[in-house]
Structures are given as C-alpha cells and as structure tokens.
C-alpha cells in the first residue's frame, strides 16, 4: 500500500462529491432533517393529556379535587361536560382523551368517612399514551386523597396513620424523564449509520457502472488502496454529521452531553468506519448502484431504526429478535452515545461495546478488501 | 526491455458461461512494433485486449508482457503498461487537468517531472486550451486523445487501445493515428485493436479475428499476397441495386460494397467481367467502369473470412 496512491484516489474522489450536488445533499441535508424532525416531532413524552370533565357534585370539594388535575402540567381541561353524549362526543373526536365524572353524592360520602368512586374513562386507542395518562390520574387522586385522610385526622385532634411505605424516588441522569434526552444520542448513531453506508454503497458500484472501474484496474492502484481512498471523503462527511448532530443537540434542543467529547469522537469514529465499510461491501459484491443503494437502505436503515434499541428497547422485543440486534452495529454506539451523554460513563464502563464496534468495523473491511477483484469476470 | 517479445499469446482462450469469445489465439508482438488486431464486432477483439491488460483471467492458454505473465504477474504486467478501454475510462465530472493529475497521482509522478510531462502530452493532443474544461463536455475525438494522454502520462512499455477510434470523426482519426507514429518514435510497442479496415495499412502487422479464432496475421504487405484471386472494381450508377443482383447471379464469388465501389473477388476475371456485363445491361443498370485492382485489406478481410465459414 502506497500513501500517495491513496491519497489520489481520496482527491478524486472528494472532487466527485464536490461536483456531485446530490451526495452532498445527501450527506449533510437528509441528516439536519432527521435531526429536526426527530427533535421536534417524536417525542414520547405525555403531558398536557386532554380533559374532559363532568362534575355532578359541584361542591368546593369535588372543584378542589380537579383543581389538582387541571392545576397540573400532566392535565389540561378540554371542556366542563353535563352529560355522557358530551364526553363520548369530546373521546371519539379525540378532543380529550381522559373523562373524569364525580357523582353528585362524592362530598357527602366523603364526609361520612366512606370511599367515593370517581369514574376515569380513558381512550386506549393509544395504549402507550393511555397507560401514562391512567398513571397519572392515579397518582393525583392518590395524592388528594392522602390529604383529604390528613385532614380529617388533625380535624379530629388524632394522630395521623403513619404511611406504611414511604416511597422516595429520585430520578438519575435524566430527572426530567425528558425522552428527548433518551431518543437524540441513539438518533447520531442512526444518522450516521444510514447515511455514510448509503453514500459508499454507490461509489464503486458507479465505477463499474460507468466503466471507470475497468481503467482503474489496469494501473497498478492495489484494492486496498482504492478501498481506503474512497472511504476518506465519506469518512469526512461523517465525521461533519457527528460535529452537526452534537451541535443541534447541544444548542437547539438542549440535550445536555456530560461525558467526554473526546470518548464520544473516537468511538463515533470507529463504528463510522463500519458503517462506512458495509456501504462500500455492498457496492463491491452488487456492482450496480440501483441493487447497491437499496440493499444499503435495507441493510442499514431498517435495522438501525428498529433493532438498534434506538426508539424501541431491546428487552422488550421477542428472544429471537434480542439475539439478532448483536448483530446490529447501531446497537452498541446507542448504548454508547447514551452511556456518554447522560451518565458520563468512560471506557471502563463502555469497553465491551467499544470492543464489538472495533472487531465490527475491521470484519467489515476486511471483507470489503477481499471481495474486491481487479478483474472484470 | 529484455524480453524477446514485449507481448506473447499462446493458445489463449476464453468462455463465458458457454460462450467462446476467444479461442486458441496465438501470436506474438515485437517491441516497438504497431500491432493491429482487426475483426467485426463481437470477434473477440475487447475479450483478447483486456486479458493482455491483466484485467480478465483467460480460461485457457497463457499469455505474457514484456516477459510477465498476464495471470501469475498480473500486478507486475499492470506497471509496465497503459490500457485504454473502449469505453471513456476517464471522469466525466473532472476537468482535463484533474483528470491527468490523478493519473500522475497514482504513478507518483514528481513535481517538476510532472509539469513538464503534461505539458508535452496537452501540446501534442492539442488540449492545452481546454485544460480546465469538464471532461464529460469534450467531443469524441477530444476525449480519446485525453484518454491517451492519461495512459502516456507514465512512459509505458506497451500500449494497448481498444477501438481507440471508434466513433471518432475521419479528421481526428488522422490525428490520433499520427500521435501513435510519434510515439512509436519513443519505443512503445503499440496493440490495437479495430473494425475499421482501412487503418490496418497503418500499422507494422496485422491480426485478422473473427468468432474469437485468428485467421490470420502478418503484415498488410504479405497479408495482399494471401489472396489468390483476383479483384474487379466495378462502379455503376445503382450499386445497391446491382450489389443485390451480382449476389443473387454470381454464386461463386464474394461481392463487397465499399462506398459506390463494388468489389468482386474472383478467380477467373476474364469470363466474370464479360458475365457482369451482360447481366447489368439486363437489368438496365449502366456500367461506368469495371478494372482489375489490387486486393485493398478489406478484400483480404472478406476473402479470408468466406474461406473460413465456407
């Protein structure tokens, strides 16, 4: 392997991407959307849940109880209804999704020491969302009542029940449970995986296609030469999605980076290149860009997507499907980004991973070397 | 050069799922020679040229250039020579500039030697002024003489150019031919292949292939000897017209159309003429002049060829 060789084929090939506004666009453009879509769009927070509420009591007491959910940032009041037609109008038009109804004897069961049901109606269309709502719901009448309970006990001098567990929680790393800090870290490995492999899966391929390739062989540039040299350009343009990424996440959405810039760098750039490594396989073995690019979209983008632990949590998923996410190389950089980010763990924490991502990247490669032929067949 | 031979060829072959593309060629090229390989499309010419270059494993026989062997040296073979392919090799979206400067980049040519070289290789392609221009904007002939200039960038020892100018217009096929004599000067040796008959006379030797089997090589000279028949040129006011009917009356012999010239080869002249006569003058088709010619390389082509399928 000669330095300068590589060095040509690194120069020429920055000089395509140059001219090239499409792989460019590709490259920077397609990234900064993801960035802002995933940003703004998805989040898997549930709060200001819709309200629709009928009390039947009207009492100071009933009103005080949903002044807790309407005070909160959980909750926020659709509309009073005065009857059910009211509140199955406002569910199936989706304009609230909870329905409290106090029945009009809740103050004075209340006052005789006795339960007073309240009925929640909830619309499971959204399983997800309507399991945190029903949670809260929970949690605010639970906190009403042990006040109402308090109450009663100072108002008939006793001593109050002492609670049996007092639960005292405290939220690590991301006390908000903002799921924007758990989606971004995964999203930069995401990007950069779809990206680059995406970029590379076409190069050689166009080469063969345009019949540049045949010219190239018959010089005595070895594989592993045009290999490299075509991975560089790509590498940069990485390299700037990372910078990009981190960026946007540091200034725009605030997702705060605790860990080690550096860490981050050099392990971002080791999975980069086998990113950018199966992009470049794929274009040895198919030798068409069409074929390349998209195999490169599904052998890269669907399983980042779904099986990198990115959205969807690994330990949620069927065994079979957890056995094939080792295999997913956007798998072990989410862990790692999100290691980095919001728990500021270094390598002594990450080295298992750390050392996937590296036999990753140089199986890859290595394939990619072998599988490259100097001769037309 | 220490070799004998800068290219030797011995029974090579190859088979594409089935297919012969070539078989059992054997020849062999001196150094400093112009060596023509001329056939019609899907002879086998690209198929032979590309596994001299080392690009293509033949499935049969051996080769060598300049001594290597084209298979078990095939990197070594890739040093001593400059290929260019049939179709535009070079980047379309890279200046003319760009384009030599990555040649020059791969053979690590230096600094100073570099510029004097491109200077020399633009100057006599008469591309000079195009330097910053967008190879893919070049015409045809510009884009050939580019593709030389890239493959001369490194001083090879054996040149090897398929159909280098096919599509070219008549103008600048004179060029690139006279830049080939040049460099014949510098001692290249030079393969080329071609389906344009008339530039075998340009070259030292000639191969002639067809269905991937050389029928015969030698140089244009000897090649004339090999025709044992005689050529009647005839001219007439409908050569078409009479093309199809010397074809369907005169069994015996090949007729070629070349322009408005029709070539009849025979080995009996006297009674044929008379024959050719009689038989457009039945038709009404007006015989402006028929004369025996000497056998141009085309004829030899066409009358190898027809003993060969016969």
Redesign the interface.
Known sequence: M?I??I??VA??EF??VI??PRSLGMGIAIPLLLLFLFGYALTLDVDRVSLIVWDQDNTPTSRDFLSRFTGSRYFSLHAPATNYRDIEHAIDTRNALVAIVIPHDFTGRLDSGRDAPVQVLVDGTDSNTATIALGYAEAVAGEWSRSVVLKQALRGGERPLPQLVDLRPRIWYNSDMASKNYIFPGLIAVIMMVITALLTSLTVAREWE???M?????????GPEIIIGKLVPYFVIGLLDLLLSVLVGRFLFDVPLRGSLWLLTGLSVIFLISALSIGMLISIVTKSQLLASQLALVATMLPSFLLSGFMFPIENMPPPLQVMTHIISARYLVIILRGIYLKDVGLDVLYGEAAVLTLFGGVVITLAILKFR???? | MTAPHAIRVENLGKQFAGVTAVDDVSFSVAPGELFGLIGPDGAGKTTTV?ML?????PTAGDAWVTGRHTVRE??KV??D?????Q????????TVQ?NID??A????IGKKERRERIDRLLAFSNLTPFRQRLAGKLSGGMKQKLGLACALIHTPAVL?LDEPTNGVDPVSRRDFWRILHQLLEEGVTIFVTTAYLDEADRCHRVGLIDKGRLLACDTPANLRKLMKSNILEIITTDSRKAVALLREKLTGESISLFGARIHVTTATPEPTASRISSLLREEGISLQSMREVEPNLEDVFVSVLSEERR
């Open positions: 000669k300068h060789r060095r040509a120069r020429k000089l395509h001219r090239d345009t019949g540049t045949e010219q190239l062989i018959s010089t005595p540039l070895q100097k001769k037309i067949t | 590309r270059a080392s690009i293509m494993d095939a990197e890739k040093e020579i400059s290929y260019m392919s179709r535009f090799g070079l980047y379309p979206d890279l760009e990555f040649y980049d791969i053979y690590g090897f």
